[in-house]
T-cell receptor, first 113, second 116 residues
Framework: DGGITQSPKYLFRKEGQNVTLSCEQN?????MYWYRQDPGQGLRLIYY???????QKGDIAEGYSVSREKKESFPLTVTSAQKNPTAFYLC????????????FGQGTRLTVV | AQTVTQSQPEMSVQEAETVTLSCTYD???????LFWYKQPPSRQMILVIR??????QNATENRFSVNFQKAAKSFSLKISDSQLGDTAMYFC?????????????FGAGTILRVKS
């Protein structure tokens, strides 16, 4: 079945450690996105990529990094510079057509202790 | 910058009744798309309905319809014959197509509870 897979579903890390969240899609989509979800704030865009080897900062990119070496994969690293990393992270993908629907993964809940 | 405002943090409705969720947005763009997404307790985001700003006709998908008022920058979602499975967080979203592709901007969400 086509879709987006995020792993792991739950992730625990100690403060000061970098952690990488995985996102893989088999929908043949060119565009991929990372969002952060906090209670009462909706989804905020961290990074997005429209093509392999290129990506753009979203609204809250500080403390995060990404890579896009393959069309299918868009991993997100939460670095120790991110001041409040505990959140729910959602990955999405879409075509690059105007108005195209974004398909979402099931998310990763990151807890930093 | 585009902003999306959902002024109702929580709403409840009786099964089989109709409910309307509000959304306003701010943009200087003339061509854009608007979306409603649903996030049930499983947290899987699902597209409910989509509207292109150039289309005057309001979008409809089965029990879901929108009231799109472009001049007022308003995009409300009406759910008819509410069902227990409609219980979810609903997000209004604005999409801009720019130099670096599509960007979706979300509102804070409205929690909808359907009661039996």
């Amino acid at each position: 079945d086509g879709g987006i897979t995020q792993s792991p579903k739950y992730l625990f890390r100690k403060e000061g450690q970098n952690v990488t969240l995985s996102c893989e899609q088999n929908l043949n989509h060119d565009a991929m996105y990372w969002y952060r979800q906090d209670p009462g704030q909706g989804l905020r865009l961290i990074y997005y990529s429209q093509i392999v080897n290129d990506f753009q900062k979203g609204d809250i990119a500080e403390g995060y990094s990404v890579s896009r070496e393959k069309k299918e994969s868009f991993p997100l690293t939460v670095t120790s510079a991110q001041k409040n990393p505990t959140a729910f992270y959602l990955c999405a993908s879409s075509t690059t057509d105007r108005g195209s629907e974004a398909f979402f993964g099931q998310g990763t809940r990151l807890t930093v202790v | 910058a585009q902003t999306v405002t959902q002024s109702q943090p929580e709403m409840s409705v009786q099964e089989a009744e109709t409910v309307t969720l509000s959304c306003t947005y701010d943009t200087s763009e003339s061509n854009y798309y608007l979306f409603w997404y649903k996030q049930p307790p499983s947290r899987q985001m699902i597209l409910v309905i989509r509207q292109e700003a150039y289309k005057q006709q309001n979008a409809t998908e089965n029990r879901f319809s929108v009231n799109f008022q472009k001049a007022a920058k308003s995009f409300s979602l009406k759910i008819s014959d509410s069902q227990l499975g409609d219980t979810a967080m609903y997000f209004c979203a604005f999409m801009k197509h720019g130099e670096y592709g599509n960007k979706l901007v979300f509102g804070a969400g409205t929690i909808l509870r359907v009661k039996s």
